[in-house]
């Protein structure tokens, strides 16, 4: 990954009749990155990546590739591939007749495009499969011809619609690996879509949490997962105790009307505040030891770990732990310092989406 | 996290796909195509086999080939051409006609599908017959068309009773029958097929001709068969638009019927059948189980 | 822009052409002269003529009896045919199919010949009965392709939870299974009632000299001059089968409204 940017989106609105799917969007994308867009259905992420594809036009606002303004430019004339939701493979055409699409388009000779084909199977572990009909393969199959067909064009960017989206689990999971390691062959740029939050800590250099059409939060996975800039990014990522709280002063917190020691510091004074704190930071001890006292009301196996509700000073607390606490027994609730995060209450509707400088 | 890949991959696969096809779970219902079956039997199977035994027998039920050798006959002869003819151009020109429709149709994201489909069947529930005869009105002589062409001092058109006036009424009676096929076709293309090409570099007319036009082709190859079928066996049209000195295949059954040689119509009509089965086996090979091309 | 307009054109240009014999029917079943080629001023007066005739209210009586009939039970066999069709394994289930598609492919003309020529040797008398029989025919076909593709969406786990809570097959069927595929049912009705309606060619070989339907009798009648009083009549089945459509549009436009805000 480079600092060059390669793809820079400024100002990009899009709406459909009332209904506003991007507002005045900006963000780039560097060179080499692996970028994912994240957010639940309707955020605008599939949007942005279509008007990145050309198969939209934004109603307001540029798309730049690498300095020239690319908004107007119809598809096929991109430098860009792009991987489909549901792998839009043609039907009438073989796996081999798929991959050389877009080569036989460009005029490529006949040796140069059966070496292509010969290589993209090659990398996408499907070798011999030139003459098979795509409805003959499985869904991960096809997937892999996807983005076999896309990769032969070399673009210097790859865009990829919730590629993994149909596939089950234990192949999503293997496909994410077979990404990451294609990502590194052929050190191009990826432009990921999902909803899938999991995927999106997993494979990405960078993250970006959409949300109602707005950018909520830009960062890489350990930016996101630890600092959640807001309630909607901290809720989404992951599971989360999100208390409304007062800032007491710096390093100070009152949750729930007892303080806790925090690091964060700015905040002002007796100022309400959103406290976010993963169940996996809370320690339960005894009783007499922690911060606050509370009674457990539920617990789950859950294999690596125990889920455990907490009934604490009128909040259910959510607690991963290792050690088990039985129901109705009495805990005490202690956290470190650095694992509460503190967010600026959103004061209307409005701020909720941060737009965020760039 | 990993617990959750755990019991997702141990959900059991549903038992449907074992059968293939949706048994709906009724263990045993093959008793109800009974009354089906039988009746095809009866009425489909049995009548086709009663034409065939008319059609090679003579009337003192003797085997003969001189009812098929018929269509020899230089007046059949020349009707069967004609039909073939007549039916060809009323193909070819619905095919022009209903390809470009369906596109529009497809792209301009009207309403509803069953709205479309409704504005292109409405017209048949007027009586086909009557609304060939409306044709009369405005191609004769005094008719509509040369009413206004008069009114500018333009030449007259006379193409009433001409085979340009049957090809007219094949192409208005079967236009819906080509427009429905490659419509339901062209609307079940996922826009990101289209876009997929696009994306790899193709232009709109490299996108229409690689992969647009191949993917319809079963509805084309249903239109097709659709028109060219009736259009071929009619006697209606002919009849009403041809006047009586045009004559085509299907006028020489009727008539041979009409006068009681059954067993001169049934040769012929198994001449007919010959080019309809030809055009059955090739729908057949692009549209299996008829999914592609059903206009309904 | 040029482009969008050049399109709208187009397809006006088919709509007009697909509708212009109908408003050429429509205007005749007004015109007082009863000369087709000739414009004679405005009257009502064959609407009035209509109920008064008894051939054509025969006529239409047998054509509306016929359809109904062979619809209702075309649907019948076809429903029933289609759920076994649909369960049957690969191989009888395209025989069928193939069964299926040839009264829908074949010319009308020689299955029209066909049955015609069975109701003789049978030394059956061509009426209406023979007419009823052929229409039911033509019929199914339209019914099963209707309702199967109802039934490939169906879950196929509906039934066996239907049976499963103590219904037995028959409740369960028209209880889970037939609300499901209703739909399906009704749009093959009507194709089978549209197509009886329709229909000349097949009753023409098949109706015998004692009966006729609308277009048997339009069809005599094409050389001597068509009754102004079919135009009118045919010029209400076409505004009553538009109202119909319209508020049947109307209806599902209604229900689907609220789906489509959310």
Redesign the interface.
Known sequence: MTDNKLINLVNISKSYGDNIVLDELNLYIRENEFLTLLGPSGCGKTTTLRII???ENPDQGQVIFEGKDITRT???ERQL??V???Y?????LTIAENIA??LK??KKSKAYIDDKIKYALKLVNLDGFENRMPNSLSGGQQQRIAIA??IV?EPKVLLLDEPLGAL???LR?DMQYELIRLKNELGITFIYVTHDQ?EALTMSDTIVVMNQGYIQQIGTPEDIYNEPQNAFVADFIGESNIIPSIMIEDKLVNILGTNFACVDTGFGRNKPVDVVIRPEDIDLVKPEEGTIKGVVTSLLF???HYEMEVHAHGHDWLVHSTDLSPVGSEVGISVDPYDIQIMNKPESEDEEAVELEI | ??????L??ITPKTPSQKNGAGSLGIRNTKWLSFPYILWMVGFIIIPLIVILYYGLTTNDKLLTLDNIKSILDPINLRSLRLALELSFVSTVICLLLAYPLAMILNKSKMKSNSFIVMIIILPMWMNFLLRTIAWQNILERTGIINTVLKFFNLPMLNIINTPSAIILGMVYNFLPFMVLPIYNVLIKI?K??I?????????SI?TFL??IL??SLPGVISGITMVFVPSLTTFVISNILGGSKIVLIGNVIEQQFRIGNWHAGSGLSLVLMIFILISMAILSKYDKEGEGGSIW | MVKKFIERFYVGLILFFLYAPIIILIILSFNSSKSRSKWGGFTLHWYKELFKNQSIMNALYTTLIIAFLSALIATIIGTAAAIAINSMKKTPRTIMIAITNIPMLNADIVTGISLMLLFVAMRYTLGFTSVLISHITFNIPYVILSVMPKLKQLNPHTFEAALDLGASPVYAFFKVILPDIFPGVLTGFFLAFTMSLDDFVITHFTKGPEINTLSTKIYTEVRKGIKPEIYALSTLMFIAVLLLLVLINRRNADKREPIKKV
Not at chain 1, 88 to 92: C, R, S, T, W
Not at chain 2, 1 to 6: A, D, L, Q, S
């Open positions: 594809g050309g198969f119809a598809p096929n591939n792009t489909f939701q549901k839009a493979l043609f039907n009438h699409f877009g388009i460009k067909r896309a064009n089950d689990l234990k999971q999991e859950k294999g690596v | 996290m990993k617990i959750r890949n755990v997702n991959t996922d990101d097929i876009n997929a090409a696009r994306d790899l570099g193709a232009n490299q690689k992969i191949p993917l």
